[in-house]
């Protein structure tokens, strides 16, 4: 059971101020990271996951002060992530991409296929990953970031790209992996699947956290309909 914990956290660009005194816990489960474009989603992921060093406040993982760990000790600590933007290794199969992620762990290769069975893209194993539809690509970052073995897991829109029973099937596994344990943040702009599978909800705006609660307590907060219409 692992539990992360921001604590004032603020980052600011020059004049702007991109993450503006944020204060949150997340336990496990699944948790939902929404906002309008440009409300701080990003650059918070880019702070927990060690990619920026917040110009003030800490990140705490189990108690443990983190906030100057780099990216690698993170992940070493179980932090894995999944980028907006696909990171894969485009010339590697997509098995392949898989495996050079366990090994990164001192993992079997043998976990391989499980993984890529899990996430639904057996049947693209063998093809070279620049080559597989954006929904596959981003399970298949998923399946390389569970190739860690992560306590904390932060995926950035996963599921752009997906169809609707795509999405199904990924939300089932959200939790799943929940149900293992496992803390999954995802920030997301499909709020069918934010609504309907987290545990908890973070509604950020301008830098700041609006409301924090369960689906159904955010949906009925009057500044999330404000904050999304702009
Ligand atoms: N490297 C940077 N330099 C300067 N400003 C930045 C930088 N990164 C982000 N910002 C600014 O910080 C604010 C928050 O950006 P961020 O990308 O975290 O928002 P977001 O909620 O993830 O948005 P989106 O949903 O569009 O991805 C924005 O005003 C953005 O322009």
Known sequence: MSTL???????????????DDVSLVVEPGVT???GPNGAGKTTL??????LRRPSAGRVLLDDEDITAKGPHQRSRLGVARTFQRLEVFGSLTVWENVVVALESRRR????AAGLLERVGIAE???KQADTVPTGAARLLELARALATDPRLLLLDEPSSGLDRA???AFGALLRELSAEGRSVVLVEHDMDLVMGYCDTVHVLTLGRLLVSGTPAAVRAHEGV???YLG
């Open 225 to 227: 309909r404000e904050a």
């Open 166 to 168: 795509e999405t199904g």
């Open 5 to 19: 914990r921001l604590e004032g956290v603020t980052v600011r660009f020059g004049q702007v101020t991109a993450v």
């Open 124 to 126: 693209f194993s063998a």
């Open 108 to 111: 079997s290769p043998d976990l």
């Open 45 to 50: 992921f880019d702070v927990v996951s060690g």
């Open 32 to 34: 939902g990271l929404i």
